[in-house]
């Protein structure tokens, strides 16, 4: 089992060159092309808003394939990757295949694009068929995600696309293509006001299931924190995996957790990441298990 990280959050600590070069150097098999911000988005007001993301410039493709050879040289590469969102943005949306192309020049397999929260499985696999021809002829498979919405009078997560079994599948099965994969978020699976779990959203998903987003989280707040430290209860989580033969890496998307990290000591957090990753992938990879 391969592990990888999100490097993101990593990246607002040093350049992405040496994100990549702290992702091998500390144990990662592979790392996760964060483009979040190849658009900014303004959340108060609901639209578009600059960035200054590298992701952002004209010249971002040749950057993705720059990165590739980084990647090469510290003997690393990149897994999967993660378009911007809201994708009910306009501007966002017409950057998705940006973030196809570039996922492609990085060398990666997968690319989580969310669904729109608001839409039903057939609503949003349009946008998902759209974009299918794009994604084939550059070899990247687009994956959705189970999403959250937020129930602000009971104080807990709400039903968003995805973030149920049915409406998972639903929206896998309104594409009905091998090329749109599921992304299963450990943590949004686990969310008070859901109804559901990371185990049973597995068994339901199956071989659909093929790019993870792995954290920990205290089961009421999307935390994005490092495994082991908060309430997710992962031994049966990598069991159900095992069961149901998911051949895809595990990929960390602990977001928050470097946070806490001064840049002068980010590689200790990075290694702490990549020993909680590494921990899961044993027990993946341990027959007794």
């Not at 973030?163 to 091998?178: C, G, Q, R, T, Y």
């Not at 989280?217 to 995996?241: T, Y």
Request: with cysteine; aromatic share 8%.
């Amino acid at each position: 089992m391969k592990t990888s990280t999100e490097i993101g959050s990593i990246c607002k600590h040093v350049s992405h060159e040496k994100a990549i070069e702290l992702c091998a150097k500390a144990g990662f098999d592979c790392f996760d092309l964060s483009m979040t911000g190849m658009v900014g988005y303004d959340w108060a007001n609901k639209v578009a808003a600059p960035s200054d993301s590298v992701w952002a410039k004209p010249d971002c493709v040749q950057y993705a394939r720059q990165l590739k050879k980084v990647a090469a040289d510290n003997g690393i590469t990149c897994n999967q990757s993660h378009a911007a969102f809201p994708v009910s943005c306009p501007e966002i949306r017409d950057s998705l295949k940006r973030a196809i192309e570039c996922t492609a020049e990085a060398g990666g397999r997968i690319c989580v694009i969310h669904p729109d929260n608001d839409k039903s499985g057939v609503e949003n696999a349009e946008m998902y068929i759209e974009l299918l021809p794009f994604a084939k002829a550059h070899s990247v498979k687009i994956a959705t995600e189970n999403m959250w919405n937020w129930n602000y009078e009971e104080d807990h997560a709400a039903p968003a696309a995805c973030s149920d079994p049915k409406s998972f599948l639903e929206h896998v099965k309104a594409v009905n293509d091998p090329y749109l994969v599921a992304c299963l978020d450990i943590g949004h699976a686990e969310m008070q006001g859901l109804n559901t779990s990371a185990v049973e959203m597995i068994h339901a998903l199956g071989s659909h299931l093929q790019a993870l987003h792995i954290h920990d989280i205290d089961k009421h707040d999307d935390n994005h924190q490092i495994p082991f430290s908060l309430n997710v209860d992962f031994p049966p989580i990598v069991k159900a995996l095992k069961e149901i033969g998911y051949t895809g890496d595990f990929t960390l998307e602990a977001v928050c957790y470097l946070e806490a990290f001064h840049p002068d000591n980010v590689f200790e957090g990075v290694k702490n990441m990549a020993a909680a990753a590494r921990r899961l992938a044993n027990w993946f990879d341990d027959p007794n298990f």
